[in-house]
């Protein structure tokens, strides 16, 4: 069972849970409905990894947006049909995807990129540079206190225990 405790002594209590929770479902539920929205947050986050490394196999893809086989599938079947990626054939394992970046998709990464510096702009406004600092070292945490191998584990001891 993970015990996990601010160190100073009484801290105030926040509910973290709860603001992360809302916080995370309201910018995506913005982004989404933004009118010059091309790709959904999903997809520009492969377009973010494609346009740093083109032909990425689909599982890298898929452990760098913390999504498992299914979920990287499914997403990158929708990207696909969207004409903004394609998918070949791995030429060591046949078995294996790359992925890849089309015209299209790279003009839609240029628009991401420029979409994802104003919604950045937006977070981060009236907050200090130290203080960004800070939140982004917390949210890096919480990756490393609840890694997704964990998070298995843990399904697995809640199904054993039903």
Avoid: C
């Avoid at 089309?102 to 009236?126: F, I, S, Y």
């Amino acid at each position: 069972m993970l015990r996990m405790r601010n160190k100073a002594a009484g801290a105030r209590r926040h509910r973290l849970i709860y603001l992360l929770s809302v916080a995370q479902r309201r910018l995506q539920r913005w982004m989404a409905a933004q009118p010059s929205s091309e790709v959904t947050p999903a997809q520009a986050g492969l377009l973010f990894i494609l346009g740093k490394q083109d032909g990425v196999l689909m599982g890298e893809a898929g452990a760098a947006l913390d999504l498992g086989p299914a979920g990287i599938s499914g997403l990158v079947d929708r990207t696909a049909a969207a004409k903004l990626i394609e998918r070949r054939a791995d030429r060591e394992d046949g078995r294996a995807w790359r992925v890849f970046l089309t015209p299209k998709g790279r003009t839609a990464l240029a628009q991401a990129k420029a979409k994802a510096a104003e919604v950045n702009a937006a977070l981060t406004d009236g907050f200090t540079s130290a203080e960004i600092d800070i939140v982004a070292r917390w949210l890096t945490s919480i990756q490393n206190k609840f890694p997704r191998e964990l998070s298995r584990d843990l399904s697995k001891e809640l199904v054993r225990d039903l």
